[in-house]
């Protein structure tokens, strides 16, 4: 058996059976191989491992898919990082701006900068509605806009928060769940970025920004020198070393358990067609609602919780552009509704090697979308003259100059943090787990769960842990649980990101 391709009906058997070859699913199959496991991964990709922290080639260009900083307070993922890629990190400077109403503002906020663009009329009232919303709380915190209301008033809510926001959900932010808002922006305190903006524009703060301070004051940070997928496809390869299996171009089709010996068939459609993998254990990373649906027979969540949970999807359209280079940043968010598009990254920043071309510069548009909306069933042609137009709009290029486009599009790309989606899944994850003790839900879709990359592997790293032992020693749903974001700390400096919880007795005794 290849790698690729499988006889037609021919069963494999496993030790474990994956599905997805993202960031959470190679991290289980890449511990499984070392641990000696029998592992097969199935990925729908033809060509590509590691999901949205994939790198997509088009002619020597390199797009990152959303932008990937390499950093987390676990050491386990930092440890991990370094054993799977451990000569081809650089070190990369962060620097990213807002784009609102013609104006560019450095990111973190520098105060001075912030005040002159804002002028002080509408800064006096920001400052006025933040004292506001400080002294006058809402008690009833249940959507998005309420709790970024309470945190930094609403006129600044407005200014920073609510456009981008609703062009990345495609949805009102008064019908968002605040537990979004609570996991992404947590860490950031408006009295802290001010007042880091204030000390950093009158030169007294000279220090290194190394992490200790709040996600969005993050300076700098590690990165593949290709990109990320480098990280997944140095995985990828260690794994099939090991004498496993990734398997391309494979989608997941049923899954079925023998209820005499427990055992898992999952089938899989192929360039060859069907194949039937024999497993003890399943570890999915598939989106839950498509999971719940393929299991046979049906659960009851399949027909009531499933169908309920929601995805936003997004593309990135790349613009060849005859420059050396067009700005500085890793990224530039675009706050104003002029524009389509959410945020424009610029590649040859995060590394160099992304940009084979020294007399061009190569960037990225986001669109966030539905899959099969308007923008989603767009021509890759009207596409990139869309990403040109709007580029133009922006002034960050002449239309003349741009020499050549790409479009990438990445389906479920982040779960829907709407009122009813907590419920949805917890009644999923009540059911599966109670029916099927051997089907492990991983990763970001596989756990409808805004998770950070880092957060994705430690999600993968425990459930090994929980199937080395043949027991659950760890819950994985407490990985980020408490809705601390990721870069909040110095990197490595925990032996597991603060939320896991474990039973210690229990760990020490199957260490």
């Given at each position: 058996m290849t790698d690729t391709h499988v006889s037609k009906n021919s069963p494999t058997s496993a030790d474990v059976a994956i599905i997805g070859a993202g960031p959470a699913g190679l991290t289980a199959a890449y511990l499984l191989t070392k641990q000696g496991y029998r592992v097969t991964v199935i990925e729908k990709d033809p060509a590509y491992v590691g999901g949205i922290s994939r790198t997509v080639e088009h002619e020597g260009f390199r797009f990152d898919i959303g932008g990937h900083r390499f950093f987390s307070k676990s050491r386990e993922v930092v440890d991990l990082w370094n054993e799977i890629l451990p000569d081809d990190f650089i070190e990369r400077p962060r620097m990213s701006r807002i784009y609102y109403e013609g104006k560019f503002y450095s990111y973190p906020l520098r105060a001075f900068e912030a005040l002159w663009n804002l002028g002080i009329f509408r800064s006096?009232?920001?400052?006025?509605?933040?004292?506001?919303?400080?002294?006058?709380?809402?008690?009833?915190?249940?959507?998005?806009?309420?709790?970024?209301?309470?945190?930094?008033?609403?006129?600044?809510?407005?200014?920073?928060?609510?456009?981008?926001?609703?062009?990345?959900?495609?949805?009102?932010?008064?019908?968002?769940?605040?537990?979004?808002?609570?996991?992404?922006?947590?860490?950031?305190?408006?009295?802290?970025?001010?007042?880091?903006?204030?000390?950093?524009?009158?030169?007294?703060?000279?220090?290194?920004?190394?992490?200790?301070?709040?996600?969005?004051?993050?300076?700098?940070?590690?990165?593949?020198?290709?990109?990320?997928?480098?990280?997944?496809?140095?995985?990828?390869?260690?794994?099939?070393?090991?004498?496993?299996?990734?398997?391309?171009?494979?989608?997941?089709?049923?899954?079925?358990?023998?209820?005499?010996t427990g055992r898992w068939r999952m089938t899989a459609t192929g360039p060859d067609g069907d194949i039937v993998i024999d497993a003890a254990h399943v570890i999915s990373s598939a989106p839950m609602r498509e999971l719940a649906a393929r299991i046979h027979p049906l659960p009851a969540c399949a027909l009531t919780a499933a169908p309920n949970l929601k995805y936003r999807d997004f593309l990135t359209v790349a613009l060849k552009i005859r420059s050396d280079d067009l700005f500085p940043d890793n990224w530039i968010y675009i706050h104003d509704s002029k524009v389509q598009v959410g945020r424009v990254q610029n590649f040859r920043s995060w590394s160099p090697e992304m940009v084979p071309d020294p007399e061009l510069a190569c960037v990225g548009l986001e669109y966030f979308c539905f899959e099969g909306d308007g923008l989603w069933a767009s021509s890759d042609e009207d596409l990139v003259e869309l990403a040109t137009r709007e580029m133009a709009i922006l002034g960050l290029c002449d239309p003349a100059d741009v020499v050549g486009g790409a479009v990438v599009r990445q389906e479920k790309a982040y779960p829907v943090y709407d009122d009813d989606y907590a419920a949805h899944v917890e009644t999923m994850r009540g059911e599966l787990e109670a029916r099927y003790p051997t089907l492990h839900m991983i990763g970001r879709n596989g756990m409808h769960r805004y998770n950070n990359q880092d957060h994705a592997m430690m999600t993968a790293m425990l459930t090994v842990r929980n199937?080395?032992?043949?027991?659950?020693?760890?819950?994985?749903?407490?990985?980020?649980?408490?809705?601390?974001?990721?870069?909040?700390?110095?990197?490595?400096?925990?032996?597991?990101?603060?939320?896991?919880?474990?039973?210690p007795a229990r760990v020490a005794k199957a260490a």
């Open positions: 006096t009232l920001c400052m006025v509605s933040y004292a506001q919303a400080k002294l006058f709380p809402n008690r009833e915190v249940r959507s998005f806009e309420d709790w970024t209301i309470n945190q930094f008033g609403r006129k600044l809510y407005s200014i920073f928060f609510k456009t981008y926001t609703e062009k990345v959900w495609g949805m009102p932010c008064d019908e968002m769940s605040a537990d979004w808002a609570a996991q992404r922006i947590k860490g950031l305190s408006l009295g802290a970025a001010v007042l880091d903006g204030l000390k950093r524009s009158l030169g007294l703060n000279k220090t290194p920004n190394d992490g200790m301070a709040t996600k969005t004051l993050l300076e700098t940070f590690r990165y593949p020198r290709l990109g990320p997928g480098m990280m997944w496809e140095a995985a990828r390869d260690k794994v099939r070393t090991g004498g496993n299996h990734v398997l391309m171009a494979h989608s997941f089709k049923q899954l079925t358990q023998d209820q005499k199937i080395v032992a043949g027991e659950n020693l760890y819950d994985i749903w407490g990985v980020n649980e408490d809705a601390e974001y990721h870069e909040a700390g110095t990197e490595g400096e925990q032996a597991a990101l603060a939320s896991v919880r474990d039973v």
